[in-house]
């Protein structure tokens, strides 16, 4: 847990909070679905306009390796990433809100 929230920091990812769901017996299991991890829309711009500028503090090797297993199609000239995957509103008794995923 220490590791991965020395990466939210020094990626300057969001508000860098990693303590995850409490309802879950592993808190990080769920700490960036819909948890305590947060991260606006602009701000996830700017993480990722660091992460192909390659001025975050990985090597080139994990740069790659991200690239290769976001890349989804090419388009003309251009290489379109992207990624799957959501998490659930939570209901008011704390349990996912699998309808409105």
């Known amino acids: ?5 020395d990466y939210t920091k020094k990626f300057d990812f969001g508000n ?9 017996p592993d808190s990080l299991t769920h700490a960036w679905i819909d948890s305590s991890l947060q ?3 602009l701000e996830q711009v700017a993480f990722l306009t660091r992460l192909v500028n ?3 503090p990985v090597s080139e090797h994990a740069v ?5 297993i976001t ?10 990433h992207g990624k799957t995957g959501a998490g659930f509103p939570t ?4 349990s996912d809100d699998e309808a409105h995923g």
């Not at 890349?71 to 379109?80: A, K, M, S």
Request: aromatic fraction near 6%; hydrophobic fraction near 35%.
């Open 39 to 41: 991260i606006s829309p």
């Open 91 to 94: 209901n008011a008794d704390g």
């Open 54 to 56: 390659r001025r975050l």
């Open 64 to 68: 790659a390796m991200t690239e290769q």
């Open 16 to 24: 860098a909070d990693v303590t995850g769901d409490k309802s879950h």
């Open 71 to 80: 890349e989804v199609t090419e388009l003309g000239c251009w290489d379109i």
């Open 1 to 5: 847990m220490s590791r991965f929230a």
